[in-house]
């Protein structure tokens, strides 16, 4: 099960038409090494998604989006808006929802619930990501608080937990250059895996995001239960991603 590992870049605010290159590099590199063992996804901001659709073999890259509306599942009367409707128009396959910088924003467990709802509608592949902030951390609250964020959101049928693979990302985590230590991370996966087989009675895909760059990826290999990376600031250069892939390989 969970055979694939998944590298998913997360480009946030960031790229311009010209950084479409990193992703030309990463698409070269992939057919170069012909290994078939793992999935490379870009969720790029809106405005360069529908270049990648025309310039890229999605067969090698998947595309991804970052986020959507919950004010209708296809369109409406709703400025500067964009549908899921109009992410699987673009051929996104993926769509991160539940991002901490969103629900620093307001994003609730609600919405999180609807847009899951409406990605799951338009067969869109879901990147659920949770985590605890520092203070939780330190209070040894990570668990309960990330089992709450499941709880409240994910659909009990198989076929709907089929298309969502869970990111775990410690807030603190983000964009800080640190990591959390591999017995606590090891600990914290088996944790998860175990309260999803318990209580949805699934092994739903697991991956990890927080500062992984090609300098610290060595440390996941050991992270039995982790099956990928979301990755941020890393994600952005193509010689950094590439070098995270073959770091983890080699
Ligand atoms: P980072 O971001 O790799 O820059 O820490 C990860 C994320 O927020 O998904």
């Known amino acids: 099960m969970h055979s694939k590992k998944h590298f998913i870049a997360n480009w946030k605010m960031n790229g311009l038409i010209k950084d479409l290159n990193h992703i030309s590099r990463v698409s070269d590199y992939l057919k170069k090494i012909k290994k078939n063992d793992f999935n490379c996804t870009f969720c790029l901001p809106y405005t360069l998604l529908g270049l990648a659709k025309s310039r890229f073999d999605l067969k090698k890259i998947n595309l991804g989006a970052q986020n959507f509306s919950v004010q209708d599942i296809n369109s409406g009367p709703y400025t500067g808006s964009i549908s899921i409707n109009m992410l699987k128009d673009l051929k996104c396959k993926y769509v991160i929802i539940g991002h901490s910088e969103l629900r620093a924003k307001g994003e609730t467990n609600l919405i999180i619930k609807t847009k899951i709802k409406y990605a799951l509608e338009k067969n869109l592949k879901i990147i659920l990501c949770v985590g605890e902030n520092l203070m939780q951390y330190k209070a040894n ?40 230590q591999n017995k606590y991370l090891n600990n914290f996966f088996n944790k998860i895996s175990y309260y999803l087989k318990k209580d949805f009675k699934f092994s739903i895909s697991l991956l990890y995001g927080g500062s992984v760059s090609s300098k610290n990826i060595k440390q996941f290999v050991n992270i039995n239960k982790c099956n990928g990376f979301l990755i941020g600031g890393a994600s952005l250069k193509s010689k950094n991603f590439i070098d995270i892939i073959k770091k983890y390989y080699n």
Do not use: C, H, M
């Not at 609250?141 to 009990?156: A, C, E, M, R, T």
């Open 141 to 180: 609250k990570s668990f309960q608080i990330v089992k709450n964020q499941l709880k409240l959101v994910l659909p009990k049928n198989k076929k709907d937990l089929r298309n969502i693979t869970i990111a775990y990302e410690p807030i603190w985590s983000i964009g800080t250059g640190i990591i959390p």
